[in-house]
């Protein structure tokens, strides 16, 4: 029984945590790729993958070779990546529950 109990203590706090905390998310259209944010991680959060343009949507600055991505499961919510961003390309995003349960 503890094992499930666990298991649902485990899934709570993912659930909540991804619905009510606030995190970093990349606007791909204004990245470039630089890769400013990547050492400004001190958690090894952001990763560089190849940019598919059938698939990701073109910036409005040209296009880069690369695009960030963040693994939330890392990032301690630090926003260095967000002050260094060149572009402006790093916002934060604020859930719609966290909105609606702070009014």
């Known amino acids: 029984m503890s094992s499930n109990n666990t298991k649902l203590s485990g899934f709570v706090k993912s659930f909540m945590k991804w619905h009510l905390e606030q995190r970093p998310v990349v606007d791909i259209s204004k990245c ?4 400013e944010c990547k050492p400004a991680c001190s958690s090894g959060a952001i ?4 940019f598919i343009p059938q698939v990701d949507l ?3 600055t040209g296009e ?4 960030p991505e963040i693994e939330y499961r890392k990032c301690n919510r ?3 990546c967000q002050e260094l961003c060149p572009r402006n390309a790093i916002k934060t995003y604020k859930p719609r529950m966290m909105k609606i ?3």
Do not use: I, V
């Open 64 to 67: 880069p070779r690369f695009r």
């Open 47 to 50: 990763e560089f993958f190849a």
């Open 58 to 60: 073109p910036p409005k």
């Open 78 to 80: 630090c926003y260095r």
């Open 101 to 103: 349960l702070r009014r």
């Open 32 to 35: 470039t790729g630089c890769a």
